[in-house]
């Protein structure tokens, strides 16, 4: 007799799927401190994570309004 294949509600799988998305999540937000450290390294200047995602946006996309730098951004212009 042989045991039936698991299954996607299988509470395991979900325990397992589960903990596989908090260890990805980790990572990637490690990955981001030493990648911003990188940064500010190479850039020779104290910078918050902000300032690096207007910064790299600017770099990519030209010249811009700040209002069409605020969209981009997903952000309220003021």
């Known amino acids: 007799m042989s045991t039936p294949p698991p299954t996607a509600a299988d509470p395991a ?3 397992v799927a589960e903990i596989e998305r908090a260890l990805t999540r980790i ?3 490690t990955s981001r401190v030493r990648q911003h450290e990188r940064l500010m390294a ?3 200047l104290p910078l918050d994570r902000a300032a ?3 910064l790299r946006q600017v770099a990519d996309s030209g010249s ?3 209002s069409e730098l605020a969209n981009l951004l997903s952000v309220e212009a003021s």
Do not use: E, I, N, Q
């Open 13 to 15: 799988l979900t325990d």
């Open 27 to 29: 990572s990637y937000l």
């Open 42 to 44: 190479m850039a020779g």
């Open 52 to 54: 690096v995602a207007l």
């Open 64 to 66: 811009l309004r700040p």
